[in-house]
């Protein structure tokens, strides 16, 4: 069993910048591969950035740029930077461990970009 916590998401302005992390516990061991995803009121659940065990980074389109995924091994933490926040990134932000067996999500964070 792997359990995921996210934090770090609030209220910005448009132009401002939040740092969300998402820590990992128990059976980290058999994560392949971390993502962030994201779902706004009344929209699907969309990928936003995805990190390896080996480090390799992929990024939506709407993300490159202004968000950065990285992670800290020793802290089981993967953390999502986000830059030049736009409003059109409101949204629940979730946190996934894509593993052998069941992939594992968190409960999310909720991010909020004022105009």
């Known amino acids: 069993q792997v359990q995921l916590v996210e934090s770090g998401g609030g209220l910005v302005q448009a132009g401002g910048s939040l740092r969300l992390s998402c820590v990992s516990s128990g059976n980290t061991f058999s994560i392949i591969r971390t993502e962030w995803y994201r779902q706004a009121p009344g929209k699907q659940r969309e990928l936003v950035a995805g990190i390896s065990t080996s480090g390799t980074t992929t990024y939506a389109d709407s993300a490159k740029g202004r968000f950065t995924i990285s992670r800290d091994t020793v802290k089981n933490t993967v953390y999502l930077q986000m830059n030049s926040l736009k409003p059109e990134d409101t949204a629940v932000y979730y946190c996934?461990?894509?593993?052998?067996?069941?992939?594992?999500w968190g409960q999310g964070t909720q991010v909020t970009v004022s105009s």
């Open positions: 996934k461990a894509v593993k052998l067996g069941t992939d594992a």
